[in-house]
């Protein structure tokens, strides 16, 4: 009796545990029936024809990340880089899901390597980094064009590292320091020549500038010297003018003819007293003439 209970107990069990189902909020189940897709069941609590109907397939409806394993990669500069990346996608049919393609997770994977390595090999090493953002969408694109009928979203990629060999990285740490060597004598030459081109510029800034200094200095001296010829000229002209009124006053010829004597007289001794011989003017007549005139024109004048 006790084993025809247990027999019983069991067999309930397993034909409760065939009949009811429940479905998560997070979960999609697909029943077949006979072995026919008959129904998908969303969240809630069902109950199954016992050996008749059947909880073929089970899929989570969230978003789920795929991670694509690290591959091999030949950039277009032949450049051997290793590439791995995160996929992002989600079941939207759990029935094209189950039927559509035998593992949707398998096959993302794949066609996720596939493309990526199509799509770096478009472009060249420095490019992968800077170009990220399309090569993504790119791969995006692709799978998910591809998964459409598998009732799979792709919502997005992302490449997660790229990591070129030991040789490549070698190779790149020499040609970015002789890249920074090579810009570093640029800059150490530009400066030079920046410092030339002052020095010269400044030499001849300084030249012109002394040129300017010297060519105001004569142009100064010039009209300085024109100015004292002008002002000795107003002067001469003003004495001469002085000279004449005296002369048409009364006894002025007198006076000019003393004055021009005395001139004479001054001029003549100052050359006796230069010479090493004795000069006798040879106008001494006309000296002796002078005076004669002058006595005489004085006899004049006091006897009028």
């Known amino acids: ?173 020499k040609q970015m320091e002789a890249e920074r060597q090579k810009r570093s004598e640029i800059t150490m030459a530009t400066a030079e020549k920046e410092k030339l081109i002052n020095v010269s510029e400044g030499d001849r800034q300084q030249a012109i500038n002394i040129s300017e200094g010297e060519k105001q200095k004569r142009i100064n001296e010039a009209q300085g010297r024109a100015e004292s010829i002008k002002l000795i000229a107003q002067a001469t002209a003003q004495s001469i003018e002085i000279v004449g009124i005296a002369i048409s006053e009364p006894r002025g010829h007198d006076a000019l003819k003393m004055r021009l004597v005395d001139e004479y007289i001054e001029q003549l001794g100052e050359i006796i007293d230069g010479a090493n011989i004795s000069v006798f003017p040879a106008g001494l007549a006309s000296i002796k003439g002078i005076f004669d005139e002058i006595r005489v024109n004085n006899q004049q004048d006091l006897g009028a």
């Open 1 to 173: 009796m006790l084993t025809i209970a247990t027999i019983v107990i069991v067999v309930s069990i397993f034909i409760i545990l065939k009949t009811l189902i429940i479905v998560s909020e997070r979960e999609n189940v697909i029943v077949e029936r006979l072995g026919k897709y008959h129904n998908t069941l969303t969240p809630g609590l069902y109950i199954l024809i016992p050996f008749i109907d059947n909880a073929a397939y089970k899929h989570e409806m969230r978003e789920q990340v795929i991670d694509i394993p690290s591959q091999s990669v030949i950039t277009s500069d032949n450049i051997q880089v290793e590439v791995d990346g995160l996929l992002y996608v989600k079941v939207m049919d759990a029935k094209k899901a189950s039927y559509g393609i035998g593992d949707y997770v398998a096959a993302s994977i794949n066609l996720a390597q596939t493309t990526m390595r199509a799509e770096i090999g478009k472009i060249t090493l420095g490019a992968t980094f800077s170009e990220r953002d399309s090569v993504n969408a790119k791969i995006i694109e692709e799978i998910d064009k591809a998964s459409d009928p598998w009732g799979v979203k792709v919502l997005r990629y992302e490449i997660k590292d790229i990591n070129p060999t030991r040789h490549v990285i070698d190779t790149l740490e």
